[in-house]
């Protein structure tokens, strides 16, 4: 029987590069995200490959997201693969001017929102002891760059917790893995500057990673034999060395 993978952050980006991803290997799909009719035009699309149910919830909110998942029908429900894609930075301010509104979404969304998903699937995976959990981090939970600090402090909080979720599924047989990309060109600016010219300028002058650039990685790490984990992938474009090193000399 095909695997099922439920997508957070599905109707954009990186999860919805992985969800066709997924879909071209006949990975059976849930696909979560706030965005209606974009979770129906992809589940159109993606049905001609593979079986799709989608999931209109909001991570923050504890009691949705359980709810959500616990109503998955029953041909949906084992999950084998979940992968906490949902999240966003708010805001690129020093600290002392930072916005409380933008410190919370990045907190609620990217660090409670990942846990309360997993907490609602994990059981499952505990119960069949079998599993593989893909944390999407970042290069900003591996360093903080200027203005970054609360986007940076959650997506360190997503390493530390998947180096956690290691270690106690352990005995489960369950993976865990960490993606962190650096630069990929997907929503994920304009979300950051709530849209503008801003965001439209972070990608000029060099060939960012692309959302499916990032797929193809976590479709790697899904498709290893039982015994290997993939536990932790840092990922730039060639043009970026670090987060604030960026080789911008294209003319575009
Ligand atoms: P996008 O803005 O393109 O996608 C973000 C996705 O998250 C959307 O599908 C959105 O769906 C969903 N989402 C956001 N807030 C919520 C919420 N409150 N509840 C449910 N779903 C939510 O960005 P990316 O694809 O780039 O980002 C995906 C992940 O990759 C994030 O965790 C991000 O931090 C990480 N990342 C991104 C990098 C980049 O440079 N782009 C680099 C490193 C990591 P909807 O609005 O429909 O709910
Ligand atoms: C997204 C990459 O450099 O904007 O996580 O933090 S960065």
Same mark, same amino acid.
């Given at each position: 029987?095909?695997?099922?993978?439920?997508?957070?952050?599905?109707?954009? !980006? %990186? *999860?919805?590069?992985? =969800?066709?991803?997924? $879909?071209?290997?006949?990975?059976?799909?849930?696909?979560?995200?706030? /965005?209606?009719?974009?979770?129906?035009?992809?589940?159109?699309?993606?049905?001609?490959?593979?079986?799709?149910?989608?999931?209109? +919830?909001?991570? /923050?909110?504890? &009691?949705? &997201?359980?709810?959500? @998942?616990?109503?998955?029908?029953?041909? +949906?429900?084992?999950?084998?693969?979940?992968?906490?894609?949902? !999240?966003?930075?708010?805001?690129?301010?020093?600290?002392?001017?930072?916005?409380?509104?933008?410190?919370? $979404?990045?907190?609620?969304?990217?660090?409670?929102?990942?846990?309360?998903?997993?907490? =609602? @699937?994990?059981?499952?995976?505990?119960? /069949?002891?079998? !599993? #593989?959990?893909?944390?999407?981090?970042?290069?900003?939970?591996?360093?903080?760059?200027?203005? *970054?600090?609360?986007?940076?402090?959650?997506? #360190? =909080?997503?390493? $530390? %917790?998947?180096?956690?979720? /290691?270690?106690?599924?352990?005995?489960?047989?369950?993976?865990?893995?960490?993606?962190?990309? !650096?630069?990929?060109?997907?929503? +994920?600016?304009?979300?950051?500057?709530?849209?503008?010219?801003? =965001?439209?300028?972070?990608?000029?002058?060099?060939?960012?990673?692309?959302?499916?650039?990032?797929?193809?990685?976590?479709?790697?790490?899904?498709?290893?034999?039982?015994?290997?984990?993939?536990?932790?992938?840092?990922?730039?474009?060639?043009?970026?060395?670090?987060?604030? %090193?960026?080789?911008? &000399?294209?003319?575009?």
């Amino acid at each position: 029987m095909a695997k099922i993978a439920l997508i957070t952050g599905a109707t954009s !980006g %990186i *999860g919805k590069a992985t =969800a066709e991803e997924f $879909a071209k290997h006949g990975i059976r799909l849930v696909l979560c995200g706030r /965005r209606q009719e974009r979770l129906e035009s992809i589940e159109r699309a993606l049905s001609k490959q593979t079986d799709v149910c989608t999931l209109n +919830f909001d991570v /923050r909110d504890k &009691t949705k &997201t359980l709810e959500a @998942i616990s109503s998955l029908p029953k041909q +949906f429900q084992d999950i084998d693969i979940l992968i906490n894609n949902a !999240g966003n930075a708010h805001g690129l301010d020093p600290i002392q001017s930072g916005s409380l509104d933008d410190w919370d $979404a990045m907190m609620d969304i990217n660090v409670k929102g990942l846990l309360y998903v997993s907490k =609602a @699937i994990i059981p499952g995976m505990t119960n /069949r002891k079998f !599993g #593989h959990i893909i944390n999407i981090g970042s290069s900003a939970g591996k360093e903080v760059y200027p203005k *970054g600090n609360v986007y940076c402090a959650s997506k #360190h =909080a997503v390493l $530390a %917790i998947t180096e956690g979720m /290691r270690i106690d599924l352990n005995p489960f047989g369950i993976k865990v893995t960490a993606i962190n990309p !650096g630069l990929v060109e997907t929503e +994920f600016s304009r979300v950051r500057f709530k849209g503008g010219e801003q =965001a439209d300028s972070v990608y000029k002058g060099y060939k960012a990673l692309q959302a499916k650039d990032v797929a193809d990685v976590i479709y790697f790490a899904v498709s290893r034999p039982a015994h290997v984990n993939i536990a932790d992938v840092l990922m730039f474009c060639t043009a970026q060395a670090n987060s604030t %090193i960026v080789n911008k &000399t294209d003319s575009q």
